[in-house]
């Protein structure tokens, strides 16, 4: 049974990099795509990206140019990394498993429990 | 961005109940309409893709449909377990987007 397992320090500072890891366990990430999603109560859940696992990216185009994943086959892990952070970043940070039926055809079929992020000084 | 937007935002409803929940979309997404669960402190979890295609292990007291921009979930017959928020989310086109969910509370 595939698990995604979110791990990152749950305080980051204005301006600073926040950095996250997931990992994934029960299954190889090799031939699938791997995305973070975020939950905030005034902006619902957001989307921020995805990586293959040979690296290939897509960003939400409003983080694009302050985020960064990369993937770790042999730990069986992927990352994201976002700065500088903004207040407005503090937010529940999912990693999912994207499933790629078509081109237009994706979801989100499995999800870590979440990694919850504040950031303050 | 394609915008997802969902109604009600909540709706409170008995058990055995018939809930219907809609979807609609800022542009043509096609069947390209996935439906996720979120309970409280609990990450989403995957209902229905391609807008009616339920997933495995998913009560077929659940359904979906719809095309084009408007899609509807009903849930038949509610039952406890079902109480929490359902989001909509489209995968036509990048970036991914979600509707800001409707709670189905307890009457």
């Known amino acids: 049974q595939v698990q995604l397992q979110e791990s990152g320090p749950g305080l980051a500072k204005p301006s600073g990099t926040l950095s996250l890891t997931c990992s994934v366990s029960?299954?190889?990430?090799?031939?699938?795509?791997w995305s973070w999603i975020r939950q905030t109560p005034g902006r619902g859940l957001e989307w921020i990206g995805y990586?293959?696992?040979?690296?290939?990216?897509n960003y939400n185009p409003s983080l694009k140019s302050r985020v960064i994943f990369s993937v770790d086959r042999p730990r069986n892990q992927f990352s994201l990394s976002l700065s500088p952070m903004t207040a407005a970043d503090a937010a529940l940070y999912y990693c999912?498993?994207?499933?790629?039926?078509?081109?237009?055809?994706?979801?989100?079929?499995?999800w870590g429990r979440g990694a919850l992020v504040a950031v303050s000084s | 961005d394609i915008q997802m937007t969902q109604s009600p935002s909540s709706l409170s409803a008995s058990v055995g109940d018939r809930v219907t929940i809609t979807c609609r979309a800022s542009?043509?997404?096609?069947?390209?309409l996935n439906w996720y669960q979120q309970k409280p402190e609990k990450a989403p979890y995957l209902l229905i893709t391609?807008?009616?295609t339920l997933q495995g292990g998913i009560p077929s007291r659940f359904s979906g449909s719809g095309s084009g921009t408007d899609f509807t979930l009903t849930i038949n017959s509610l039952q406890p377990e079902d109480f929490a928020t359902y989001y909509c989310?489209?995968?036509?086109?990048?970036?991914?987007?979600f509707g800001r969910g409707t709670m189905v509370e307890i009457k």
């Open positions: 990586i293959s696992y040979g690296g290939t990216t």
């Open positions: 029960g299954g190889s990430i090799d031939n699938h795509y």
């Open positions: 999912a498993r994207v499933i790629v039926v078509a081109p237009s055809f994706w979801y989100f079929d499995l």
């Open positions: 391609a807008a009616s």
């Open positions: 989310q489209q995968s036509h086109s990048v970036p991914f987007t």
């Open positions: 542009q043509n997404i096609n069947n390209f």
